[in-house]
């Protein structure tokens, strides 16, 4: 059954895609206003860093050469606007060491408050940081006296490059960053960046401290009076993914990790002397046991706590991607507080020579990395500059935690990358509901899911930018959330049961103490606790009586020979789905999706059943997500198909043809080479002729270079892609699938590739934009070939290039053969490189 809304927009042929319900009713009811593109900054972008001003509702950004302040209560006022650029003479400079032209501009890529009125502020400067200060009455940055702008070095504050891997926050009016410290990007620091000379402490200079850091996140975590009995110190927390040391394997593993200081560290008296001695580290690990599958790469954390103003109910939840997996894919862990203190205060871990990890034994007293409390002040240690030598060389040679954070995942969703991540957390204490993730895609894309107990439940997809804009700032305000791109700033709703614009995103949201009025008809807060049972598919029997969340009604799907289709299945829970149907071997599974060539023995029932936890309990139970039934429809059905057997001769065909094809251009280059020769030997003398001969047959020396790459940081750039000086581009295609729930449908396809309904109200992967707002609108049924983007995978051929169709079975072959000419060639062993084993290295302290 077809929300209203939908059933109208398919009388608007110039929108050409659809939306879910929900979608296109906060896109185009919401947010027509609530979106700033490029023409509203003045031709100002590349923004980086927000800073929200919480009591005015001021939102600072920090872009290209310019710092902007939008009111984010009246969008529709004028940013203002001031210039930070760099002179001409330094930007010529700048090129001439080599970086490229773009790059060598003033990036903004800090914004924090001083606490007396101003911002401290530092950008890039071409490669040569530096900081100013911007008072926020004026809106104006600081002077000299000759009229220039007021500037100190910002070495340390902030990094060299435009994208590297950075985060700061301020503790009391003093800053603490992590970021490189050099020209080069090759030296990493953690360091208390401002504060008199002897407090600009920063980490020791060794792999076993920081080995080629992805810097992701950090927080301020004070401790206040009433929960803090001991006296104990404030601490600051860094997140950062990095090479790992303790493992000696083929290749460079990845892991992520959670570091502390203290805020009371002023370093040693003379080990350790303007160095931490409260550094300490562990490892944090997002796993889902059941599968053994490990995310290990961290991309965003969200600080936030269950109790405002009690420091030990925080939590920090981390946005995953994995090392090891080829296509996209993102996973949500959370970590307490608690956990990451008892890892803390727990063993060491230690390299020896043989490149054994163990344990060191005795460890020394006081215990070395601990925070300064009361009963060590009543010990005589009131400052880190009396501590023994002792302790700090034990705290400089063992900087990790033996023990680990561990933590199995809230969300794992496959065929899609997460950017960035905001938290709404449902109640509060004891009547804690849930939590709404707000995740950020690199599609421009704002999702949002409830996780309650053990489900992730997908609620909305949100369309705001377009497809190039990667979303890279979300904040979280009086209910709204402002999402930013490198180009354009959105304001969308981000709390409250009226979001839910049907009954069925409503009952989504039941476990959130939503319930959907009929009388009303809209989605309204209740205070009365739900049943037993399944909450969610209790809720959606009240929307239809045939359709619960786990008892789907079968669709049924009348289809030809040779078709082939792609039967969507949501996975709402970190767990793996499975599919029953037909025995033969015509299917192949992506993520939980589904793609089934049809013939004689695939027809029948194809059922998908995912594991859930039910409120309360902690087995997993079966929960059927999705029923299909494909059935015949006749030999008219449309759509040109090749058989199995004709597609293989074909790609046999197109072998032998490029064969000829580069047997002929090699026998050509060959007898043309050898006429040349001739006709040389007959007008040159013979010392010249034997020296020609020699330079033909001698091999090129000449080593292939690659292009030089494109500016790291053109209009729309994504900061996120680049990983300390390297820049990955990943271009994909996304299928769309189409919304749509309720009862027995019957539908005919025909074409080459066809993605069904989900069935829940959601289109997973929407990439279809209009030409003004961008905003992106999702078809009923696709019928494409783009499988490729659907699934993750990366073609190499456009089968329809500018609307032009190709005949998909002859795409296939194509396809084919040249992947089995890839796959021959690649088992000559002069094509194999053997894998690079990393070696285990020693500390170099």
Not at 3 to 29: D, H, K, R, Y
Not at 72 to 98: F, H, M, Y
Not at 598 to 611: A, H, K
Not at 769 to 791: E, F, H, M, Q, V
Request: contains cysteine.
């Amino acid at each position: 059954m077809m929300n209203p809304g939908g059933e109208m927009l398919i009388l608007l042929p110039a929108l050409l895609c659809l939306l879910p319900g929900a979608s296109w009713a906060a896109t185009l009811g919401g947010l027509g206003d609530n979106i700033l593109g490029p023409h509203k900054f003045q031709d100002v972008g590349n923004f980086s860093t927000f800073l929200l001003d919480r009591s005015s509702g001021v939102l600072f950004l920090g872009a290209r050469d310019a710092i902007l302040s939008v009111d984010t209560n009246n969008l529709n006022q004028v940013p203002r606007k001031i210039v930070w650029d760099v002179p001409e003479e330094k930007r010529r400079s700048c090129v001439a060491k080599g970086k490229t032209e773009v790059d060598c501009n003033n990036y903004i890529r800090l914004l924090e408050f001083l606490g007396d009125g101003r911002i401290y502020v530092c950008g890039t400067y071409a490669f040569d940081p530096q900081c100013a200060f911007l008072e926020i009455t004026s809106f104006t940055l600081e002077k000299v006296e000759d009229g220039g702008v007021k500037m100190e070095t910002g070495k340390g504050k902030c990094p060299f490059e435009p994208s590297q891997h950075y985060t700061a926050v301020m503790a009391g009016g003093t800053l603490y960053t992590a970021a490189t410290s050099n020209f080069l990007g090759t030296l990493f620091d953690i360091s208390r960046a401002t504060g008199t000379e002897q407090e600009r402490i920063r980490t020791e200079r060794s792999i076993n401290w920081l080995s080629d850091p992805e810097f992701v996140s950090s927080a301020f975590i004070e401790e206040s009076a009433e929960n803090n009995p001991i006296g104990d110190d404030d601490k600051i927390y860094f997140f950062f993914t990095e090479v790992a040391k303790e493992y000696d394997l083929y290749t460079k593993v990845k892991v992520p990790r959670v570091a502390r200081v203290c805020k009371s560290d002023v370093g040693g008296m003379k080990t350790l002397q303007r160095r931490w001695t409260t550094f300490l580290k562990a490892q944090l690990v997002c796993e889902d046991r059941p599968t053994g599958q490990r995310y290990n790469i961290l991309t965003d954390v969200f600080t936030t706590q269950h109790t405002p103003g009690d420091p030990s109910s925080t939590q920090f939840y981390g946005l995953f991607t994995s090392q090891w997996e080829h296509e996209e894919l993102s996973a949500v862990c959370v970590f307490s507080l608690a956990e990451i203190s008892k890892v803390m205060d727990g063993p060491f871990k230690e390299l020896k020579k043989t490149c054994d990890w163990i344990n060191p034994e005795p460890v020394p007293t006081p215990r070395p990395g601990q925070c300064l409390n009361n009963a060590l002040k009543a010990e005589g240690y009131e400052s880190s500059l009396k501590l023994p030598d002792k302790v700090l060389t034990f705290v400089r040679d063992h900087p990790l935690m033996e023990n680990s954070v561990t933590a199995a995942p809230l969300l794992v969703r496959k065929g899609v990358r997460y950017t960035k991540l905001a938290v709404t957390q449902m109640g509060g204490g004891e009547r804690q509901k849930g939590a709404v993730l707000h995740l950020g895609t690199d599609r421009g894309e704002l999702h949002r899911v409830a996780v309650v107990g053990q489900n992730a439940t997908l609620l909305q997809e949100i369309p705001l930018f377009s497809s190039q804009e990667p979303v890279n700032n979300i904040l979280l305000h009086q209910g709204l959330a402002l999402v930013g791109s490198p180009l354009s700033l959105a304001r969308v709703q981000a709390e409250g049961c009226a979001l839910y614009s049907d009954c069925k995103e409503c009952a989504r949201a039941r476990g959130l103490g939503c319930d959907w009025s009929t009388e009303e008809a809209a989605c309204r807060p209740t205070t009365a606790e739900p049943g037993p049972g399944d909450v969610v598919d209790n809720a959606l029997r009240k929307c239809d009586k045939e359709e619960g969340r786990c008892s789907p009604s079968m669709r049924e799907l009348r289809v030809s020979l040779g078709l082939r289709l792609l039967l969507p299945c949501v996975q709402l829970s970190p767990r793996p789905c499975s599919w029953e149907h037909p025995p033969h071997r015509h299917t192949r599974q992506h993520n939980s999706d589904l793609e089934v060539t049809v013939t004689e023995d695939s027809l029948g029932d194809y059922i998908c059943t995912c594991q859930e936890a039910g409120p309360g309990v902690r087995e997993l139970t079966p929960c059927r997500r999705a029923a299909y039934q494909l059935t015949l429809e006749g030999p008219n059905a449309g759509g040109v198909v090749v058989t199995a057997g004709g597609r293989h001769v074909l790609a046999i065909y197109i072998l032998f043809f490029f064969l000829g094809l580069a047997f002929g251009a090699f026998l050509l280059y060959f007898l043309t080479r050898r006429r040349s020769i001739v006709h040389q030997g007959h007008h040159l003398p013979d010392n010249s002729l034997s020296s020609e001969k020699g330079r033909d047959l001698l091999g090129s020396s000449a080593t292939p270079q690659s292009p030089s790459s494109a500016s790291l940081l053109s209009d729309g750039f994504r900061l996120t892609e680049k990983r300390n000086g390297t820049v990955t581009s990943n271009t994909t295609t996304t299928l769309l699938s189409n919304n749509g729930n309720g009862g027995h449908h019957g539908n005919s396809y025909s074409g080459t590739l066809i993605s069904p309904s989900n069935g829940h109200g959601n289109s997973l992967y929407s990439n279809c934009n209009t030409s003004n707002s961008g905003l992106k609108l999702t078809s009923d049924i696709l019928a494409a070939d783009l499988l490729d983007g659907r699934t993750g995978e990366r073609g190499g051929l456009d089968m329809r290039e500018s609307g032009d169709e190709v005949d998909e079975g002859l795409g296939d072959a194509l396809g084919d053969g040249i992947k089995g000419l890839e796959e021959e060639m690649a088992s000559f062993p002069m094509f194999k490189l053997p894998a690079p084993l990393a070696q285990c290295e020693e500390s170099s302290i």
